[in-house]
């Protein structure tokens, strides 16, 4: 059974709204959304009798629905490997880049931007790190006058850096935490980013392989290479 997949613009931000509730990852949405430009190499009106199954059009084709128009996904041509797509009782030849796409999980829709791209840290909370786990001990990089302080580093550029990386942080992966199991979660927020708009709170843990953030309000957790920590953290050592 195929998954439906629903995604709806908010104040000029995707959201996915069905199966799971989470922000909309703009690229790629932008991707599906370039079907409506892509070139057309022919067209045909079909009729009742148009054998649609021999262009692989049936029950379990891929849809992609846009407001209220829908889009069926078939097969590609042999000769120039573009697709029919059925729209409106017109079979389409398009060059399609997207089908791909219509065939992932509702977790590749997922925005991966940890801290959203809109938005600015004024402070940042975070464990220390030690020798590749993380302390109980928490720090945090304050700003003032444009000049970032910590009690461990006393560094402005390498404190603006750390704050530039997070700003700029893509999950490799973010998947619902139900998803995963056998993970024990600090019981309160340990890594906590104030931006200009919101307080973005997570527990954070780091494993053999990952360093994890898990968002209690969305149950998202986002997953980075554990070997980004020494960029992305601050040690006391």
Do not use: C
């Amino acid at each position: 059974n195929r998954t439906t997949i629903e995604l709806t613009k908010q104040d000029d931000e995707w959201v996915i709204t069905s199966p799971i509730t989470a922000p909309g990852n703009s690229s790629r949405i932008e991707l599906l959304l370039s079907l409506l430009s892509q070139p057309i190499s022919s067209q045909q009106t079909i009729s009742p009798q148009t054998p649609l199954t021999k262009f692989g059009i049936n029950d379990q084709s891929s849809q992609l629905i846009l407001n209220q128009h829908q889009f069926t996904f078939g097969d590609t041509n042999t000769i120039d490997q573009n697709r029919y797509i059925l729209h409106n009782n017109t079979l389409y030849l398009i060059n399609d880049n997207i089908h791909p796409l219509l065939n992932t999980s509702v977790t590749s829709f997922i925005d991966n931007q940890i801290i959203p791209q809109n938005e600015i840290i004024a402070e940042l909370t975070l464990p220390i790190y030690q020798t590749g786990t993380l302390s109980t001990q928490i720090t945090t990089l304050t700003n003032q006058g444009d000049i970032w302080h910590n009690e461990f580093l006393d560094d402005n550029e390498k404190l603006k850096q750390i704050i530039t990386n997070w700003q700029n942080a893509k999950a490799l992966q973010v998947l619902p935490a139900a998803s995963l199991n056998d993970i024990n979660w600090p019981d309160q927020p340990n890594f906590i980013a104030e931006t200009d708009k919101q307080s973005l709170q997570f527990t954070m843990i780091l494993n053999d392989t990952m360093l994890l953030l898990k968002n209690p309000q969305t149950n998202l957790v986002y997953q980075l290479p554990k070997q980004n920590s020494e960029q992305l953290l601050i040690s006391n050592e």
